[in-house]
């Protein structure tokens, strides 16, 4: 691990790994690293928490532990599909959202069963739902928060939120046009809906059918042109 961090020094070089994911990988940390207070000031303590760090789940982080990654700058990549799956647990998105830590939204697929982001942030939704049931002072995040977290959020922990996350003139344009009426829809619109009811059944309802067109820095990548004639 000095090894690892002496190169992430070195070369200013992103670091990912996981950190808190279930209790029983946190007690196997303790004992192997028993002079360290907690699993997040192992990787402090070898380089690995810096502000090109993302740390997966961090399902069961103490203050000190959330206090630590924040002032190294260091991200959280929550991943609600794997800790469902695993049966780690359900983090603390909420509060960490609250305290300002870096936040994105991860698959973990080899944990998971889904690479697709909106899985996750269905996933993750119905996880800050969970959380405010058994923990009714911690208020569920909105859908529109959970989209924050998996494109500007995810940006951020990426370092690039300059760069890319969001339409800000002067970014990289990523993006993709959304037809909700597209054929096979999955979607069902009424006269009532508004923008905003058309975003939350694309985010819950939608798929691959109603993306249309995809670009990627500004570039037309995939797709066809809308036609409802």
Not at 35 to 53: E, I, M, P, Q
Not at 66 to 81: E, T, Y
Request: charged share 20%.
């Amino acid at each position: 691990m000095k090894g690892l961090g002496n190169l992430a020094a070195k070369y200013n070089l992103p670091v990912q790994s996981h950190l808190d994911e279930n209790v029983d990988e946190i007690t196997r940390v303790k004992k192997i690293h028993p002079s360290h207070s907690d699993y997040t000031s192992v990787y402090d303590a070898y380089g690995l928490l810096t502000n090109r760090s993302i740390m997966a789940h961090v399902v069961y982080p103490t203050e000190d532990e959330r206090q630590l990654i924040k002032r190294r700058g260091a991200g959280v990549s929550h991943c609600p599909n794997s800790n469902f799956n695993l049966r780690s647990g359900v983090a603390k998105v909420r509060q960490m959202l609250n305290e300002g830590l870096k936040l994105s939204l991860g698959t973990d697929a080899s944990a998971g069963y889904a690479t697709s982001i909106l899985n996750a942030i269905r996933t993750g939704y119905f996880a800050a739902i969970s959380r405010s049931i058994e923990h009714p002072t911690e208020k569920y995040l909105k859908l529109a928060e959970m989209f924050y977290i998996a494109t500007l959020g995810g940006a951020d922990v990426l370092g690039m939120k300059d760069i890319i996350g969001n339409f800000v003139i002067g970014k990289q344009f990523d993006g993709l046009i959304i037809d909700p009426l597209s054929n096979n829809s999955p979607i069902d619109l009424f006269d009532h809906d508004d923008i905003t009811s058309i975003f939350e059944k694309f985010i819950n309802n939608g798929d691959d059918r109603n993306i249309v067109q995809v670009y990627v820095d500004g570039k037309f990548i995939h797709g066809s042109y809308m036609n409802h004639s």
